[in-house]
Nanobody, 121 residues
Framework: QVQLVESGGGLVQAGGSLRLSCAAS????????MGWFRQAPGKEREFVAA????????RYADSVKGRFTISRDNAKTTVYLQMISLKPEDTAVYYC??????????????WGQGTQVTVSS
């Protein structure tokens, strides 16, 4: 079992920045890649970013390229999502997930509880 705990969400003005963290623990965690997804009210959950745990390769949704950066710490126990130049349309609950390196939510087996990000205009 893998446990994921997100933190770092909050309220920020448009153009501002936030850094989300996802602390991971549990058995066999090191074999999982990590992803960030988000879900806005009334919308489906969508892919944001992913990082391969083995190679460090990353992928991003087109809507966040150049503004968001996914990274991990050297111990590979925490994954981060640095968000800059935030827009009101980035407002959503952000979820951390562990599983296969993919842009599809079904590839991830474990999910955190989510952290709210609200961007005011």
């Amino acid at each position: 079992q893998v446990q994921l705990v997100e933190s770092g969400g909050g309220l920020v003005q448009a153009g501002g920045s936030l850094r989300l963290s996802c602390a991971a623990s549990g058995r066999s965690f090191s074999s999982n890649s990590m992803g960030w997804f988000r879900q806005a009210p009334g919308k489906e959950r969508e892919f944001v970013a992913a990082i391969s745990w083995s190679s460090g390769s990353t992928r991003y949704a087109d809507s966040v390229k150049g503004r968001f950066t996914i990274s991990r710490d050297n111990a590979k126990t925490t994954v981060y999502l640095q968000m800059i130049s935030l827009k009101p349309e980035d407002t959503a609950v952000y979820y951390c997930a562990a599983g296969r390196y993919s842009t599809f939510s079904w590839a991830y087996d474990y999910w955190g509880q989510g952290t709210q990000v609200t961007v005011s205009s």
